[in-house]
């Protein structure tokens, strides 16, 4: 188990920033090597019979942990000391007590809802919502007696406590699963609300968890827990990642909040691999100054897009003014405007496949979050399985594009999408 690493200096908490060089790791463990290394092992030597007992009761819940007693090493699908200290590191971000690493996104998302959710419950969900969390949401837990519920950023408190009175009377709400800014149409959904109507369904025996995709601004511009979230979720291999060079995923919360995720997770066996969790260790150094610059880069952009006479309803956060009925949630819940970027181009799928194709330095391609710029066509590609009237209903339309703005010049992407539009 890797001890936590001091946070402070002369009683001064140190910021995030700063602890994402060394927080949960010694240098003194491995030579003196500046960096964790790469702990690629399926086991762990125990150095007597009684301690790796000792160290399966904790891990099995078969007793509690004395004071001072971890999880010790024992198998890497259980623990592994690069998924430990990415595991202390990420838990800065957001404020939270325990976070969990997983294989992907969708791998903290459904082992998130696995752990919650049982047959006869109903999953409350904010749409839209990323493509294969839609899936699962209205095609897979249906199968094991899950109904799905769906509201959106129109929706108000009395709004939703009537679909779950007339569609599902008499069930149990089983949890509340937030994305926000939604994707792809950076739609803000309200997570005290959420908490809220959680409070209102929940009991001394039965505890409603919110829990909230967080990937479109990450813990930079986002806190969901300050907002009444019990679980953060995210798809790390967006902008924690960074890079466009690994599929990850994370959940986040306190330790009681999380405890059934970590146990799932250990018999899912979803967690992240070390050789990840290292690369994301070297992520998390350059997260603020990567999701800033990104964000200063869409700022610019968005001014320019703004203006084009071939852009059609432009969604960015940072144009938000106090007349938008949104605005009011920004300022209370947005630390800032991320990177994410959406608008439609005149002439439907066609006209959007003209500007696609004419593309230069921005790639066609799914995913965000990383160095580069990309852009996608949500309606055929990200969200392709989303039937087309709820599509047309939540602003999906066969004109949208959304774009994720990296780190490059902001000149250059703006002679890029410029060109681009001019196809149109």
């Known amino acids: 188990m890797c001890a936590k690493w001091d946070d402070s200096i002369e009683g001064r908490r140190l910021h995030p920033e700063s602890l994402m060089m060394s927080y949960g790791y010694n240098p003194a463990w491995s030579e003196g090597s500046l960096k964790s290394p790469i702990f690629q092992t399926s086991t762990f030597v125990f150095e007597t019979a009684e301690e790796g007992k000792a160290f399966f009761e904790v891990a099995y819940g078969l007793r509690e942990a004395n004071e001072g007693e971890g999880i010790g090493l024992i198998y890497s699908r259980l623990n592994n000391p690069d998924l430990e200290i990415l595991e202390d590191r990420l838990s800065l971000w957001d404020g939270a007590e325990m976070a969990a690493a997983f294989k992907s996104g969708m791998a903290a998302i459904s082992t998130t809802l696995w752990a919650y959710l049982r047959p006869g419950d109903v999953l409350l969900y904010s749409r839209p919502i990323y493509g294969g969390t839609d899936h699962l949401a209205n095609y897979v837990l249906p199968e094991f007696d899950i109904t799905p519920i769906a509201f959106d950023c129109r929706d108000t408190v009395e709004s939703i406590e009537a679909r779950l009175s007339s569609e599902a009377p008499g069930k149990r709400l089983g949890l509340i699963l937030i994305e926000t800014p939604a994707n792809p149409t950076n739609d803000l959904i309200d997570i005290a609300m959420g ?18 995709d967080n990937t479109f601004l990450g813990p930079v511009f986002q806190r969901p827990l300050d907002h009444g979230a019990d679980i953060v979720l995210y798809s790390a291999t967006k902008f924690i990642g960074g890079h466009s060079d690994l599929i990850a995923g994370a959940a986040l919360g306190s330790e009681k909040m999380m405890a059934p995720v970590r146990a799932m997770r250990t018999f899912l066996g979803t967690m992240v691999g070390p050789w ?37 309803n432009l969604r960015y956060l940072g144009h938000l003014d106090a007349d938008h009925p949104q605005f009011d949630l920004y300022k209370r819940q947005c630390l800032g405007s991320g990177s994410m970027i959406s608008f439609e181009v005149p002439g439907g799928e066609a006209g959007a496949f003209r500007f696609l194709n004419a593309l230069k330095m921005v790639h066609l391609a799914v995913s965000l979050g990383g160095t580069e710029s990309l852009a996608e ?24 594009v959304r774009v994720s703005i990296g780190v490059e010049h902001p000149d250059d992407l703006i002679l890029d ?8």
Do not use: C, Y
């Open 195 to 212: 908490a809220e109507i959680a409070s209102r369904h929940s009991s001394d025996d039965h505890r409603v968890p919110v829990a909230v």
């Open 276 to 312: 990840t969790g290292w690369l994301l260790l070297r992520s998390l150094e350059t997260l603020h100054l990567r999701m800033n610059r990104q964000a200063e880069n869409a700022t610019r952009i968005a001014a320019f897009l703004r203006e084009h006479p071939k852009v059609i």
């Open 377 to 400: 066509h949500p309606a055929s590609m990200t969200h392709a399985d989303v039937g087309r009237e709820e599509k047309d209903r939540l602003g999906v339309t066969e004109g949208l």
């Open 417 to 424: 999408l410029g060109q681009a539009l001019n196809a149109v």
